[in-house]
């Protein structure tokens, strides 16, 4: 996914009146995962999905410029910052600890000083895997049917139908089985 890092000034009244009421919002769902405070917390979302789980410790900045397709599970206490789009499709299981940035800052210590943000969207395919403490940093695209091994740092691209693991993550192994040949089986039959 080729991306382009856009400037994001978190700092202006109207986004940090936002974040607040967000997070009141993800410490009510927190205290009390309730089903009330959970249809709360999914109504801040851009899109939302039928069949979406989230587990307590969520944690956002914005809420609307998160996607959620169907079926999606998000495990204990993932953190999805939000300057940037995070859309994530349908039938993704998303692991405990796990955090999808989608802020950088500069590089030079001296632009550091002008507290200037930079937001870089993330897109995670349909089918894909996500496991334990994973973190995905800005402008990443995850492919369909992707798994992601537990405690990686995934910087780059990854590609469909593949494992990937490790700091940073790489390649392990193409997966068998993709999603046109499951397709092809249950059609089948």
């Not at 919002?25 to 989230?54: D, H, Y």
């Not at 996607?67 to 998303?94: A, F, K, Q």
Request: proline fraction near 3%; hydrophobic fraction near 35%; include cysteine.
């Amino acid at each position: 996914m080729e991306t382009c890092a856009v400037i994001f000034n978190s700092l202006t009244p109207e986004l940090i009146q936002r974040r607040n009421q967000v997070h009141d919002t993800c410490r009510q769902f927190s205290r009390s995962p309730s089903r009330g405070n959970l249809l709360r917390l999914k109504a801040l979302f851009a899109g939302c999905g039928e069949e979406v789980f989230i587990e307590q410790g969520f944690y956002c900045d914005y809420g609307n410029k998160i996607s959620l397709g169907r079926c999606v599970y998000l495990n204990v206490n993932c953190t999805l910052l939000d300057g940037g789009l995070i859309s994530i499709g349908d039938d993704c299981l998303i692991g405990p600890n796990v955090q999808i940035l989608t802020i950088n800052h500069a590089v030079s210590p001296g632009e550091r000083l002008d507290k200037k943000n930079f937001a870089e969207d993330v897109s995670i395919g349909n089918n894909v895997w996500i496991g334990a403490g994973v973190i995905i940093l800005p402008g990443v695209s995850i492919g369909s049917g992707a798994i992601i091994g537990a405690g990686s740092v995934v910087n780059k691209d990854v590609a469909t139908n593949c494992m990937y693991a490790g700091n940073p993550a790489k390649k392990i192994r193409q997966l068998e089985g993709t999603l046109q040949q499951q397709d092809t089986l249950q059609q089948q039959d």
